[in-house]
């Protein structure tokens, strides 16, 4: 079958000798990904080095690697190979390279000139990912220093002209790729998000039933949605078709399963937008059209993800209407209006506009570039995005602020291929001697939704859960999972049994090898200490960007900023838990709510190496801030929720305090707050919930259920209403017992956190 590229032989490989930079369009099928690095070889371009081609995802990579050398007779891994995270399959001499484009990332940070290679292709280059963004960069400043280099810039659907301009006017190619008329099918309304998958079974089901032979492309958000479908088509019953997920947590084995063809049958693809330009499969003849896509959003000025569920550009539509009509005349189901369509934005927004920079700002900072706020983007970011990615490398210790460069531990971290937090991990684990078990725990921080609850099961899989659970940490709670699942010899049935998800903990495996493989090839021993401590320890020292206390959160200079309404959420192993004055969260997300994810409980004593910004060393720690050795005065932080007031310290003496809580006790009084001493008892519903009662002149309270309370005999002034058969306190402040004397104040183990516990008039003493 000939392509429509083949076409354009001759043009592209003119251009590309006379230019410095050629862009070319042609729509998805035409052939371009295939077609232009063996033009280029023919016309013995690579007889001055390596013609390298990026693709932004591994499928693609291995996919048409192996394809161009079946099409030139050539063995995978000799003269035409690929390289993606992990797998290596290319040698001295190969002269074609598919790679991913964090792989070209990697190259720049150890040959600033790609002194090996004379044509870099960066294909699918409209996906416009934060990793094609950079590399366009550097390309850019690198043709101006090597003007041998040749760039080749493809794409099916771009803004053309922008990328042109960008490249001092670069010459464009348009081909056309269809090699069949595609007809689109409108729906008559639109359809609401979480009607969304009904609707394509029913579409699926419909084509089926009535439509000539071919296969079936449907488009859906993410992987919950693909299987939802799945689920809901196998309940159909339907006769003589297969259904094939696709979505890029699928291992390559089973994602290689869309290109099989099955004798008989009809193939049904349901995919993410994975399917939409990265791979091509032949044989489809009907697409189904959600118009949505998962799409990440960053907000710098609070540090939150979003991932939200939006309505795909009109390129990204036409993408895939163009997966149809390859082979034969095809069909493609918007299920959406045309007006829906028309109001769509026109391309994607990049996603290095809408993503935490850190990993971005890290690489640059090893590259050596000097002005990266100025670095020429062809969409610059904004400048509070660079302010959160410096603050987020602070706070891993990759940065100092006062000095320009990596620290020894940044540049550490840049010769991983990990993302920053996971690397300062790795790096912390090696002091502590625990690196087998942190690297476990970085592979269970890389998947999503380990825990299962179905609806119908939801208290069963919550006691089966609890099993693994440790109430002060998710990282802990990994580890107990882990070593089940490993005992269980990776058994899928184990899973199911326990409510866990079976693919999330194979792909947690599969990274958790590929980690111990960088280990390996970075001679890194692979310690195996099992001190809960320092594990835990060394976990929220690759998180402390996210570190927390009391709705406040940590930024590299010592700032607490407030995040108003941040919940726990409840996959936590820590949910439920209110016992706790600081915690660690793996990310914030904003879904139905703001979420702390992925979350463990830091002890106070740890703080001054975690954060370092917030402490000054050889202060010992009581419950959060600091005592003087050689006074009876109380040294600590000005913590106030919301507003930024650094390190700030002040003292306050034993003294000052009692009398500060004295004046409080009256005031308490006077307006019929009541003292009352409480004692734990166990939960009547769940072992896992303590319930704290006081009894005074023969009455039973029962504390609120986010009372703050944390030990038997404390005793607070509290607020009391009647309940239906009970009466609720709820605990306005705690009274302290203040030692007397000069040399007792080493001993105080039950201070409070000062903005927290005395309220008002100790704020107030602190300010002044």
Same mark, same amino acid.
């Given at each position: 079958?000939?392509?429509?590229?083949?076409?354009?032989?001759?043009?592209?490989?003119?251009?590309?000798?006379?230019?410095?930079?050629?862009?070319?369009?042609?729509?998805?099928?035409?052939?371009?990904?295939?077609?232009?690095?063996?033009?280029?070889?023919?016309?013995?371009?690579?007889?001055?080095?390596?013609?390298?081609?990026?693709?932004?995802?591994?499928?693609?990579?291995?996919?048409?690697?192996?394809?161009?050398?079946?099409?030139?007779?050539?063995?995978?891994?000799?003269?035409?190979?690929?390289?993606?995270?992990?797998?290596?399959?290319?040698?001295?001499?190969?002269?074609?390279?598919?790679?991913?484009?964090?792989?070209?990332?990697?190259?720049?940070?150890?040959?600033?000139?790609?002194?090996?290679?004379?044509?870099?292709?960066?294909?699918?280059?409209?996906?416009?990912?934060?990793?094609?963004?950079?590399?366009?960069?550097?390309?850019?400043?690198?043709?101006?220093?090597?003007?041998?280099?040749?760039?080749?810039?493809?794409?099916?659907?771009?803004? %053309? /002209?922008?990328?042109?301009?960008?490249?001092? =006017?670069?010459?464009? @190619?348009? +081909?056309?790729?269809?090699?069949? &008329?595609? #007809?689109?099918?409108?729906?008559?309304?639109?359809?609401?998000?979480?009607?969304?998958?009904?609707?394509?079974?029913?579409?699926?089901?419909?084509?089926?039933?009535?439509?000539?032979?071919?296969?079936?492309?449907?488009?859906?958000?993410?992987?919950?949605?693909?299987?939802?479908?799945? %689920? /809901?088509?196998?309940?159909?019953?339907?006769? =003589?078709?297969?259904? @094939?997920? +696709?979505?890029?947590?699928?291992? &390559?084995? #089973?994602?290689?399963?869309?290109?099989?063809?099955?004798?008989?049958?009809?193939?049904?693809?349901?995919?993410?937008?994975?399917?939409?330009?990265?791979?091509?499969?032949?044989?489809?003849?009907?697409?189904?059209?959600?118009?949505?896509?998962?799409?990440?959003?960053?907000?710098?000025?609070?540090?939150?993800?979003?991932?939200?569920?939006?309505?795909?550009?009109?390129?990204?539509?036409?993408?895939?209407?163009?997966?149809?009509?390859?082979?034969?005349?095809?069909?493609?189901?918007?299920?959406?209006?045309?007006?829906?369509?028309?109001?769509?934005?026109?391309?994607?927004?990049?996603?290095?506009?809408?993503?935490?920079?850190?990993?971005?700002?890290?690489?640059?900072?090893?590259?050596?570039?000097?002005?990266?706020?100025?670095?020429?983007?062809?969409?610059?970011?904004?400048?509070?995005?660079?302010?959160?990615?410096?603050?987020?490398?602070?706070?891993?210790?990759?940065?100092?602020?006062?000095?320009?460069?990596?620290?020894?531990?940044?540049?550490?971290?840049?010769?991983?291929?990990?993302?920053?937090?996971?690397?300062?991990?790795?790096?912390?684990?090696?002091?502590?001697?625990?690196?087998?078990?942190?690297?476990?725990?970085?592979?269970?921080?890389?998947?999503?939704?380990?825990?299962?609850?179905?609806?119908?099961?939801?208290?069963?899989?919550?006691?089966?859960?609890?099993?693994?659970?440790?109430?002060?940490?998710?990282?802990?709670?990994?580890?107990?999972?882990?070593?089940?699942?490993?005992?269980?010899?990776?058994?899928?049935?184990?899973?199911?049994?326990?409510?866990?998800?079976?693919?999330?903990?194979?792909?947690?495996?599969?990274?958790?090898?590929?980690?111990?493989?960088?280990?390996?090839?970075?001679?890194?021993?692979?310690?195996?200490?099992?001190?809960?401590?320092?594990?835990?320890?060394?976990?929220?020292?690759?998180?402390?960007?996210?570190?927390?206390?009391?709705?406040?959160?940590?930024?590299?200079?010592?700032?607490?900023?407030?995040?108003?309404?941040?919940?726990?959420?409840?996959?936590?192993?820590?949910?439920?838990?209110?016992?706790?004055?600081?915690?660690?969260?793996?990310?914030?997300?904003?879904?139905?709510?703001?979420?702390?994810?992925?979350?463990?409980?830091?002890?106070?004593?740890?703080?001054?190496?975690?954060?370092?910004?917030?402490?000054?060393?050889?202060?010992?720690?009581?419950?959060?801030?600091?005592?003087?050795?050689?006074?009876?005065?109380?040294?600590?932080?000005?913590?106030?929720?919301?507003?930024?007031?650094?390190?700030?310290?002040?003292?306050?003496?034993?003294?000052?305090?009692?009398?500060?809580?004295?004046?409080?006790?009256?005031?308490?009084?006077?307006?019929?707050?009541?003292?009352?001493?409480?004692?734990?008892?166990?939960?009547?519903?769940?072992?896992?919930?303590?319930?704290?009662?006081?009894?005074?002149?023969?009455?039973?309270?029962?504390?609120?259920?986010?009372?703050?309370?944390?030990?038997?005999?404390?005793?607070?002034?509290?607020?009391?209403?009647?309940?239906?058969?009970?009466?609720?306190?709820?605990?306005?402040?705690?009274?302290?017992?203040?030692?007397?004397?000069?040399?007792?104040?080493?001993?105080?183990?039950?201070?409070?956190?000062?903005?927290?516990?005395?309220?008002?008039?100790?704020?107030?003493?602190?300010?002044?």
């Amino acid at each position: 079958m000939r392509l429509p590229i083949q076409d354009f032989q001759e043009l592209i490989v003119q251009t590309v000798r006379s230019n410095q930079v050629t862009i070319v369009v042609g729509e998805t099928g035409s052939g371009k990904t295939t077609q232009i690095p063996q033009f280029l070889y023919n016309a013995d371009f690579a007889d001055r080095g390596m013609i390298g081609v990026t693709e932004p995802r591994r499928l693609a990579a291995i996919s048409m690697a192996k394809f161009v050398s079946d099409q030139l007779g050539v063995f995978l891994g000799d003269e035409v190979g690929y390289q993606i995270r992990f797998d290596d399959s290319s040698a001295e001499e190969t002269k074609i390279k598919f790679m991913t484009d964090g792989i070209l990332l990697r190259e720049f940070q150890l040959d600033q000139n790609l002194t090996k290679y004379s044509v870099i292709m960066v294909d699918e280059a409209h996906e416009r990912s934060k990793n094609i963004d950079f590399v366009l960069g550097l390309l850019k400043d690198l043709l101006t220093r090597r003007k041998d280099l040749r760039l080749v810039v493809a794409s099916a659907t771009i803004d %053309e /002209k922008k990328f042109s301009r960008y490249f001092w =006017d670069a010459p464009i @190619i348009n +081909v056309s790729g269809r090699m069949f &008329p595609v #007809e689109t099918v409108w729906s008559n309304t639109d359809i609401y998000e979480d009607e969304m998958a009904d609707a394509v079974v029913q579409k699926i089901a419909e084509i089926h039933q009535n439509k000539e032979p071919g296969d079936i492309l449907a488009f859906m958000t993410g992987q919950d949605d693909i299987h939802k479908v799945i %689920e /809901k088509l196998e309940k159909l019953n339907l006769s =003589d078709f297969v259904v @094939i997920p +696709v979505y890029a947590a699928l291992p &390559p084995e #089973e994602q290689q399963k869309i290109f099989a063809s099955y004798k008989g049958k009809r193939k049904v693809v349901v995919a993410t937008n994975i399917a939409e330009t990265s791979i091509t499969v032949d044989g489809i003849v009907y697409v189904v059209d959600s118009g949505l896509i998962k799409q990440s959003n960053f907000h710098p000025e609070s540090g939150i993800q979003s991932l939200d569920v939006v309505k795909h550009s009109q390129a990204g539509c036409e993408q895939r209407k163009g997966r149809a009509g390859r082979t034969r005349n095809g069909v493609c189901y918007r299920m959406y209006t045309k007006e829906n369509f028309q109001s769509r934005f026109q391309f994607t927004k990049p996603e290095i506009c809408r993503t935490s920079l850190a990993s971005v700002v890290l690489a640059m900072e090893d590259i050596g570039i000097e002005k990266i706020q100025e670095f020429d983007f062809i969409d610059p970011p904004k400048k509070e995005a660079f302010t959160e990615a410096y603050e987020t490398l602070i706070a891993l210790g990759a940065i100092n602020k006062d000095e320009k460069g990596l620290t020894e531990i940044g540049k550490a971290m840049a010769r991983f291929p990990l993302e920053p937090r996971i690397a300062r991990m790795l790096l912390e684990a090696m002091k502590h001697g625990c690196v087998q078990n942190v690297a476990t725990i970085a592979a269970f921080l890389s998947v999503r939704n380990i825990f299962v609850r179905p609806k119908e099961k939801e208290a069963e899989a919550d006691r089966a859960h609890a099993k693994f659970k440790n109430q002060e940490s998710d990282a802990l709670t990994f580890l107990n999972i882990w070593k089940e699942y490993e005992n269980a010899k990776f058994s899928y049935s184990w899973c199911f049994e326990r409510f866990l998800n079976a693919k999330a903990l194979q792909e947690a495996l599969n990274i958790r090898a590929q980690i111990f493989q960088i280990l390996f090839q970075n001679k890194i021993e692979l310690s195996e200490s099992s001190d809960n401590d320092a594990i835990a320890k060394t976990v929220a020292i690759g998180l402390a960007y996210n570190l927390f206390q009391h709705g406040s959160r940590y930024w590299f200079n010592g700032v607490l900023r407030s995040i108003e309404n941040v919940a726990v959420h409840p996959s936590s192993a820590i949910f439920g838990n209110r016992v706790f004055q600081w915690i660690v969260a793996t990310e914030i997300v904003r879904t139905t709510k703001v979420w702390a994810r992925g979350c463990a409980i830091v002890k106070a004593e740890w703080l001054p190496e975690i954060a370092p910004n917030l402490f000054q060393f050889g202060d010992p720690i009581v419950e959060g801030y600091t005592l003087k050795e050689d006074t009876a005065n109380i040294k600590t932080l000005i913590l106030y929720k919301g507003q930024s007031v650094g390190d700030v310290r002040s003292k306050v003496s034993i003294t000052q305090a009692a009398q500060i809580q004295e004046d409080r006790i009256l005031e308490a009084e006077e307006k019929g707050l009541i003292p009352l001493t409480f004692f734990e008892k166990k939960n009547s519903v769940s072992d896992y919930l303590t319930d704290w009662f006081a009894e005074l002149n023969g009455i039973f309270y029962r504390a609120c259920s986010i009372s703050g309370i944390k030990n038997n005999g404390e005793t607070h002034y509290c607020k009391v209403e009647n309940w239906i058969s009970e009466k609720y306190a709820t605990p306005v402040f705690q009274v302290f017992n203040f030692p007397a004397g000069q040399n007792k104040d080493k001993t105080i183990s039950e201070l409070p956190i000062v903005f927290e516990k005395l309220s008002k008039k100790w704020r107030a003493k602190l300010k002044q």
